[in-house]
């Protein structure tokens, strides 16, 4: 014979009042390191208390410059091309026989100057410090790399970018390109500057990034200015080939001035 159980609530009668938890209140996370700072602040000098911050106070600074959607290059005529400069999370190639180098240490400068971390992976190995120092380039916020191939390129500047650098400039240098990058690299590429809000920009002969790219700028041949035998600057046409949210066509002209000795 098959027994039946009978309910549990027959059998013992609960009590349904509430049973009060005693929770005991706990100290704001963040209220506590920030009065340690302040009072730590409080006992040094002026000068050097207003530059000190807390973790709170540079994570807010570090999502305040994430959300802005560009980053300047500091050319009035391509940031206008481009609607304000370098997007984030995208990849912008810069192809052609004119003076791309340039414009990526323009870019640079302009990055570093507003206190951001920048890499250029310089695979044709072109670049000069001291001139980009006198371009206006913070070394202690860039990190330069030089590989020899052009796949070696994409790994380091994949790697840069899973760092946290919030601009990466690629130059493959002038041609031939050493290498081959598969287009699953430049895939990659792109979903990591997606994922980490970088500006990644890249400069070559001829393009490579194909449909990763947010925007492919075509570099005409620089003209040169010259007084008398000297060369004064350097003029370039930087023609929109392709983008993404925009009708291609427009054009930037960029002019580069040699800096007169004083």
């Given at each position: 014979m098959a027994a039946t159980a009978r309910r549990l609530e027959s059998q013992f009668r609960l009590p349904m009042t509430a049973i009060p938890v005693l929770v005991p209140a706990l100290p704001s996370v963040e209220s506590a390191p920030f009065e340690a700072v302040e009072a730590f602040r409080k006992g040094l000098d002026v000068r050097i208390g207003a530059q000190l911050t807390s973790g709170s106070e540079l994570l807010r600074a570090l999502d305040l410059r994430r959300s802005e959607q560009v980053l300047p290059t500091a050319l009035p005529s391509l940031d206008a091309l481009l609607d304000g400069g370098l997007p984030r999370g995208k990849v912008i190639e810069i192809a052609g026989r004119g003076a791309r180098l340039s414009v990526v240490?323009?870019?640079?400068?302009?990055?570093?100057?507003?206190?951001?971390?920048?890499?250029?992976?310089?695979?044709?190995?072109?670049?000069?410090?001291?001139?980009g120092e006198a371009a206006g380039i913070d070394l202690r916020r860039l990190l330069w790399?030089?590989?020899?191939?052009?796949?070696?390129?994409?790994?380091?500047?994949?790697?840069?970018?899973?760092?946290?650098?919030?601009?990466?400039?690629?130059?493959?240098?002038?041609?031939?390109?050493?290498?081959?990058?598969?287009?699953?690299?430049?895939?990659?590429?792109?979903?990591?500057?997606?994922?980490?809000?970088?500006?990644?920009?890249?400069?070559?002969?001829?393009?490579?990034?194909?449909?990763?790219?947010?925007?492919?700028?075509?570099?005409?041949?620089?003209?040169?200015?010259?007084?008398?035998?000297?060369?004064?600057?350097?003029?370039?046409?930087?023609?929109?080939?392709?983008?993404?949210?925009?009708?291609?066509?427009?054009?930037?002209?960029?002019?580069?001035?040699?800096?007169?000795?004083?």
């Open positions: 240490i323009a870019a640079l400068a302009a990055a570093t100057s507003t206190g951001e971390a920048a890499a250029l992976i310089d695979t044709g190995d072109a670049f000069d410090p001291q001139l790399v030089r590989p020899r191939k052009l796949r070696e390129a994409a790994a380091a500047a994949e790697l840069v970018i899973a760092t946290g650098f919030q601009l990466v400039a690629v130059d493959a240098g002038l041609p031939p390109l050493r290498g081959r990058v598969p287009d699953a690299a430049w895939v990659r590429l792109a979903r990591a500057a997606e994922a980490h809000g970088t500006a990644l920009l890249v400069s070559a002969p001829y393009p490579l990034t194909g449909t990763t790219s947010e925007a492919m700028l075509r570099a005409e041949p620089s003209r040169g200015q010259w007084r008398g035998p000297l060369l004064t600057g350097v003029d370039l046409a930087l023609r929109l080939e392709k983008h993404r949210r925009k009708r291609p066509g427009g054009c930037a002209r960029v002019q580069f001035r040699v800096a007169e000795a004083t």
